[in-house]
């Protein structure tokens, strides 16, 4: 298992309020998750920082267990997370609405799970095609499936960074859930919306089908700021 991951502030935002978790434990557990914050002058990047603090410290506490739950672990972190920003949210007027995306994996051994809430996304890639994993709690993500529009209408809606769903905003939230066989070949990408509404799925394949998975961050993100991107970005890349 290898893992990269980068964040960028773009071209055009006062401060970064993504933030991104990755690595390996001891008992061979690999992880790796992107937040996307919103919300207020710091509460955005508040909100992130929390999310993937309380992530990675869960699991971090079952570093040489060779047996967890980590799907428990993972939505158990979550939830503190998210009543932890809530409240923080509801404490400070500066906070008030503050929330963050979601989109991450945890691997072990062939099986991966998938936790995904808002326009953060998860990839992957097999046998040299691109697939995505994640769908979208968005307005435009919904106006799809309605058929009211198409996904290339959709991607230059002017509301396609609205989203339907993010931890911290509510008492509770929902967290979507798949698990998925990996192979040894197998690349994913988790990746804000600051990376994948700027770079084309051809693009991130074109760059994830590259040698040094330690240089594709990098990669993609500098394609992003080619492609002028306006958002923060950020991308996280395991390689099976």
Do not use: W
């Not at 992530?55 to 040489?64: G, P, R």
């Amino acid at each position: 298992m290898k893992i990269a991951g980068t964040t960028d502030i773009g071209n055009r935002r006062s401060e970064n309020q993504d933030k991104y978790v990755a690595g390996r434990l001891l008992n061979g557990v690999s992880f790796g998750f992107v937040c996307d914050g919103m919300g207020g002058v710091n509460g955005g990047e508040v909100a992130s920082s929390t999310l993937a603090k309380y992530i990675e410290d869960a699991l971090y506490v079952h570093n040489e267990s060779s047996i967890f739950n980590h799907e428990k672990t993972v939505l158990g972190a979550i939830e503190d997370a998210n009543t932890a920003i809530y409240n923080m949210g509801n404490k400070k007027t500066e906070y008030r609405g503050m929330g963050t995306t979601l989109a991450g994996v945890v691997i072990d051994g062939s099986q991966c799970t998938v936790y995904h809430a808002g326009d953060s996304r998860v990839y992957i890639v097999r046998d040299g095609k691109l697939a995505l994993i994640t769908k979208d709690h968005s307005v435009v993500q919904e106006l799809v499936d309605q058929h009211k529009l198409t996904p290339e209408q959709a991607h230059n809606h002017p509301q396609r960074n609205l989203i339907t769903r993010a931890v911290g905003v509510e008492t509770q939230v929902k967290i979507d859930v798949a698990e998925l066989d990996v192979l040894p070949g197998d690349i994913l990408l988790c990746a804000t919306d600051g990376l994948t509404n700027f770079v084309s799925p051809s693009e991130i394949m074109e760059i994830l089908t590259t040698d040094n998975i330690f240089a594709m961050p990098d990669k993609l993100i500098s394609k992003a700021l080619a492609n002028q991107a306006t958002d923060n970005i950020t991308a996280v890349v395991l390689a099976i």
